[in-house]
């Protein structure tokens, strides 16, 4: 590891050791606000908590025109189902493991922690020749990019962006899609279990999960859409009720674990066993190429039934149905740009709470037109089921421009530093880029960083080797504007 890496990682901990999980960023704003204070850097905070450092020209950069530098604050938190990490306490553990960098059963956080690192980083170094600079962190891009929808125009100065958001050096990202959230709640009738049923667990847990937008087209299961056909099939083999059922976590990452309990007579048991266990063989073969860890599972609970009550037959079905209808994954490609996903949804979280099951569905497509139709598929089976739905964090996409100066001096100065192209791409996935791009009709934007594998599930890691790359491309490319 070379020194500037091992700088650059030793202030990436130093943000691990911050609670930071979107929506609760309070502590990470005000750590940066000192760290710009001890450096004598002019820090603003706009009324969504987002931060705008100034960091003045070095050397022969101070003629040239300011470039904003952004990332965002808040990282996805999720943890393995055997992980006792307190995301609102508990410090991120890294864990060096060769090349790569990953946590101890959770997300590691370089989504987006690296990016502040390598920012602050850059600003610390006088022997960088730079222009001036705005270090743009930003609150809440995970939940619903609502830092940026909400900033104000002139919280920024610059013309030119260089967002540190992107997951493989090397690729130059100049497009995203736009997207949309769904929340669904279907009202459930109740009704007291009969002595004669029993309690069951049932369980589908231990797929990979991911991205909801960059790994939605790499076959990886749904817990919830595994889980909805699961009891599917037992609602077609027994006579059962559904008492509580609970999957996924947020809105951009894919489920990978779900449970559902449900009450049946314990007569029908050993048949719905081996209904378990035939299906569970299925789906482990359905998606072998993808899934090492899939399982499926009914085990019995010790409750006494006469204290339970339990979604009438009538609504668990109905409940069954609508998990089923909602659509799920790569609903079309481009036909403009090969491999690219043009439109997905993600079946995200669904929960039985209170009298109601509460779904939340995320929906993404370059084309926004596309974004409307996919949104009225998922509101057409929520309305059949009679359920009641609001949409909210719509964001733009962003559309590529090709002509970019900003991309052409980017692609010039990557080919003379490692004598070979980058590679220019679109992504399936929403960036700030696009509001930002919505704010500032002229903003010249790109997006890049370092590789990060499998980010928004425990299996994120970051390609330490790549941190390198990327330094040495932005401080040539900072210099190249002096």
Not at 228 to 255: D, E, P, V
Request: charged fraction near 20%; proline fraction near 4%.
């Amino acid at each position: 590891m070379d020194k500037k890496t091992h700088e650059i990682l030793e202030i990436f901990e130093k943000i691990n050791r911050i609670p930071r999980c979107s929506k609760k960023e309070e502590k990470i704003s005000r750590w940066l606000a000192q760290w710009a204070s001890q450096n004598m850097y002019d820090c603003r905070k706009d009324s969504s908590g987002n931060i705008n450092i100034k960091v003045p020209a070095r050397q022969a950069g101070a003629k040239a025109p300011s470039i904003i530098i952004q990332g965002h604050m808040d990282m996805v938190c999720e943890k393995t189902d055997d992980s006792g990490h307190d995301f609102s306490s508990d410090p991120i553990r890294c864990i060096y493991d060769g090349e790569w960098l990953k946590a101890d059963k959770t997300t590691l956080g370089a989504d987006n922690g690296i990016a502040i690192a390598i920012g602050l980083a850059l600003s610390g170094d006088p022997a960088i020749v730079h222009p001036p600079l705005e270090l743009l962190f930003t609150v809440d891009e995970e939940s619903g990019l609502t830092g940026a929808k909400n900033m104000d125009p002139e919280f920024l100065e610059g013309s030119i962006l260089l967002n540190i958001d992107s997951e493989e050096e090397g690729i130059f990202t100049i497009g995203c899609a736009g997207g949309e959230e769904t929340r669904i709640v279907l009202p459930i009738n109740f009704s007291q279990i009969t002595s004669q049923y029993h309690i069951y667990k049932l369980t589908a847990a231990g797929m990979r999960g991911g991205h909801s937008g960059i790994d939605i087209n790499k076959h990886r299961a749904s817990a919830n859409k595994i889980l909805a056909r699961a009891l599917h099939l037992l609602a077609k083999t027994a006579t059962m009720q559904l008492i509580s059922i609970k999957g996924g976590t947020t809105h951009n990452a894919i489920a990978r674990s779900a449970e559902a309990t449900i009450a049946l007579s314990p007569s029908e048991f050993s048949r719905i066993q081996d209904c378990i266990k035939n299906f569970g063989q299925t789906v482990i073969s359905e998606y072998a190429a993808a899934e090492n860890s899939l399982a499926l599972s009914i085990s019995q609970l010790e409750n006494d039934p006469n204290d339970i009550s339990a979604a009438t037959p009538q609504d668990t079905y109905k409940i069954i149905q609508l998990l089923l209808a909602l659509p799920h994954g790569v609903t079309a490609m481009s036909a403009d740009i090969e491999d690219l996903v043009e439109t997905s949804s993600n079946l995200a979280a669904i929960e039985i709470e209170g009298k109601s099951l509460k779904i939340l569905t995320s929906q993404r497509s370059s084309v926004m037109s596309k974004l409307e139709e996919i949104t009225a598929k998922v509101e057409a089976s929520a309305a059949l089921a009679g359920a009641t739905m609001h949409h909210v964090n719509r964001y733009p996409a962003w559309q590529p421009n090709t002509a970019s100066p900003l991309l052409e001096r980017c692609k010039e100065v990557y080919q003379k530093l490692f004598s070979k192209d980058p590679k220019v791409q679109t992504i399936h996935a929403g960036l700030e880029c696009g509001i930002i791009g919505s704010k500032h009709r002229n903003m010249d934007m790109i997006s890049f960083g370092p590789t990060i594998k499998n980010p928004h599930s425990p299996d994120e890691r970051l390609f330490i080797p790549s941190i390198a790359k990327i330094w040495d491309f932005l401080v040539a490319l900072l210099k190249s504007y002096s």
